[in-house]
């Protein structure tokens, strides 16, 4: 009913940047908040930016002023992430809290993950 697909990501050195983007396509009704999270290896998948469907934000304190959550009409989130640091690297999900035409309710829908290593 709702698929998302991410893109970007990738390897770069610490200081540098790089950009992610999550794409919901389906038959969708509506899209409420808009997430990245991410996993780094061996421990739990955290909260890292979301934005809201009127485009409030919010961000883990270890990404404010490096990375940028912003949102492209109703169903395209972008995560810039500049300054990246080795504790960067995971891998990191697009969720999206979404209502499928045919269903009842918003119903929570994940991307399939992309990896972001920050290593020199």
């Known amino acids: 009913q709702v698929q998302l697909v991410q893109s970007g990501g990738g390897s770069v050195q610490p200081g540098g940047s790089l950009r992610l983007s999550c794409a919901a396509s389906?038959?969708?009704?509506?899209?409420?908040?808009m997430t990245w999270y991410r996993q780094a290896p061996g421990k739990q998948r955290d909260l890292v930016a979301t934005?809201?469907?009127?485009?409030?934000t919010d961000y883990t304190d270890s990404v404010k002023g490096r990375f940028t959550i912003s949102r492209e009409g109703k169903k395209t989130v972008y995560l810039q992430m500049n300054s990246l640091i080795p504790e960067d690297t995971a891998v990191y999900y697009c969720?999206?809290?979404?209502?499928?035409?045919?269903?009842?309710?918003?119903?929570?829908?994940w991307g399939q993950g992309t990896q972001v290593t920050v290593s020199s």
């Open positions: 969720n999206v809290n979404a209502w499928a035409r045919g269903t009842s309710r918003y119903q929570d829908y």
């Open positions: 934005i809201s469907a009127s485009g409030n």
């Open positions: 389906g038959s969708i009704f509506d899209i409420n908040n």
